[in-house]
C-alpha cells in the first residue's frame, strides 16, 4: 500500500453506485435498475479515482459506497474498486469501509447442505475489505414494505441481520416511521425488534414524499393515504425515548449509536471535512467549493473513458460555508459553537446569529449550552425549519 508522505490532514471517499433491482416508490436518488453497464461503470469509477488522486491530501479515513444498491456488485467489483484506492490513495490503518446494503442481497437463498460449504456473501464482503454495513431495513413489516416496494421481505430482514451479526461486529440499519397506516405500536415494535437483535446503530427517517416519485403520485391519485405529520412527530418522540432508555446516544437528529458505533463517515460530513465524491451523480467538497458528478451513467462513462471529469463546481461565498455549518451543526448533539462562528466567520455573523437566535432561545426551542447553540430536546423535529431561520440570506 502506498506509503503517506508526512501527511497529518484526512479526508473521506464517497462512491455512489447507480444501480437497483427496482424503483422504491419514496426515492428520488439517482440510479438505474438495468445493470447492463456495471462492469463498464465499475472500471469508470476506478479510472475516476485514478485522476482525481491529487485533489485532495492527506490519508483516507473513510470510504463509503452508497447508492443505489451498492451490494448488488460481486465481491470482485468491490475488490477491484478498493484496490483502485489502495493504488492511487494512502488508507489509514483503522479506517472505517461502509458498504450500503439491502437485505436480499446479504443473504445465500435456497442453498443445500453441500453448497452451504462455500464462503458467504457476508464472508467474501468482510475478506474484500468491508468493515461496517449499513443495511436498508425500513421496516419488519411486510405491510410497510409492500407499500414502499421494497425489495425484500419481512423475514429476510430479520434473517439478515442474524446472519451479518455472525461476520461484523459495526452494523447499522435504516428504519422509516411516519409511513402511512403505521400505527405507534407498529413503530414500538420495529424498534423492540432492533434493540433484540442487539443493532449498535440506527439511523431513523421520516418518510417524505420527494416531487416525481411513485409515492406522490399514488397520494396525489388517492391510492395511499397522504403522510400525516402529526403521527410522524408521535413516532419521533418515541424513537427519542426508547433509544435513550437503551443507551443510545443521539448524536445527530437521524442517528443513534451504542458507544463507539456512531458513524465516522456522516460524522465527517456534519463537521465539514473534505471528501471525494466518485461516480455517477456523487458529490464531494474540499473545504472551498462543491463538486457534483453528470447524473447520467452513460455520459459519465463516455467522459472518464476520454479522460475527462463529467465535473461542475460551485465555489462557497461565506454565507453559503456559514448555511451549511449552522444546518448541520443544529443537527448534532454537540451543536453550533459561538467560538467557531466568531473565528471562522468573524463578528458580525455571531452578531446576525445571535439576534436571529433571540426568539427561538426565548422560547426554549434553542439552549445556549457550553458556548453553542443546540436545539432542545423538545423542538428537535422541528430543527430544519429553526435552524433555515438563522441563514443569512
Known amino acids: 500500500m502506498h506509503t503517506s508522505k508526512n501527511r497529518s490532514n484526512s479526508f473521506g471517499i464517497y462512491i455512489h453506485i447507480p444501480f437497483c433491482k427496482q424503483a ?84 445465500d437463498v435456497g442453498l443445500s447442505a453441500v453448497e452451504d460449504l462455500k464462503p458467504t456473501k457476508l464472508a467474501i464482503l468482510k475478506k474484500a475489505g468491508i468493515n461496517r454495513l449499513s443495511i436498508g431495513i425500513q421496516s419488519f413489516f411486510e405491510e410497510d414494505l409492500k407499500l414502499m416496494n421494497r425489495a425484500h421481505n419481512a423475514s429476510e430482514a430479520l434473517n439478515c441481520i442474524k446472519e451479518a451479526k455472525k461476520h461484523f461486529q459495526n452494523i447499522s440499519i435504516d428504519l422509516i416511521y411516519g409511513i402511512p397506516g403505521m400505527t405507534k405500536e407498529r413503530w414500538k415494535k420495529n424498534l423492540k425488534l432492533a434493540l433484540e437483535l442487539d443493532v449498535p446503530h440506527l439511523s431513523c427517517y421520516a418518510l417524505t414524499v420527494e416531487p416525481k416519485t411513485a409515492l406522490k403520485k399514488f397520494i396525489d391519485k388517492g391510492i395511499v393515504p397522504p403522510v400525516d405529520e402529526e403521527a410522524a412527530k408521535q413516532h419521533y418522540e418515541i424513537l427519542l425515548e426508547v433509544t435513550e432508555k437503551a443507551g443510545y446516544d443521539n448524536y445527530e437528529f437521524s442517528n443513534f449509536g451504542k458507544s463507539g458505533f456512531e458513524s465516522r463517515n456522516n460524522t465527517a460530513y456534519w463537521e465539514g471535512k473534505p471528501y471525494l465524491g466518485i461516480g455517477p451523480s456523487a458529490h464531494g467538497y474540499n473545504g472551498k467549493s462543491r463538486s457534483w458528478n453528470v447524473a447520467n451513467n452513460t455520459k459519465y462513462i463516455k467522459s472518464i473513458a476520454a479522460g475527462e471529469l463529467p465535473l461542475e463546481s460551485e465555489i462557497l461565498s461565506n454565507e453559503d460555508k456559514y448555511n451549511e455549518y449552522i444546518m448541520t451543526g443544529l443537527r448534532t448533539k454537540k451543536g453550533v459553537s459561538l467560538n467557531k462562528i466568531e473565528t471562522e466567520f468573524g463578528k458580525e455573523f455571531l452578531e446576525y446569529l445571535m439576534k436571529q437566535a433571540a426568539n427561538p432561545l426565548k422560547n426554549e426551542l434553542l439552549i445556549l449550552e457550553e458556548e453553542s447553540l443546540k436545539i432542545s430536546k423538545e423542538a428537535k423535529f422541528l430543527g430544519d425549519g429553526i435552524a433555515s431561520d438563522l441563514f443569512k440570506v
Do not use: M, W
Open 24 to 107: 422504491c416508490h419514496y426515492c428520488d436518488f439517482h440510479f438505474s435498475t438495468s445493470i447492463k453497464k456495471k462492469a463498464d461503470l465499475v472500471n469508470a469509477i476506478c479510472e475516476e479515482l485514478r485522476l482525481r488522486k491529487n485533489e485532495l491530501t492527506g490519508k483516507v479515513k473513510t470510504i463509503y459506497f452508497g447508492g443505489g444498491t451498492p451490494s448488488l456488485l460481486t465481491s470482485e467489483e468491490l475488490q477491484q474498486i478498493i484496490t483502485a484506492i489502495q493504488t492511487n490513495y494512502t488508507i489509514s490503518e483503522n479506517a472505517e469501509i461502509t458498504l450500503e446494503a439491502n437485505p436480499d442481497d446479504l443473504i
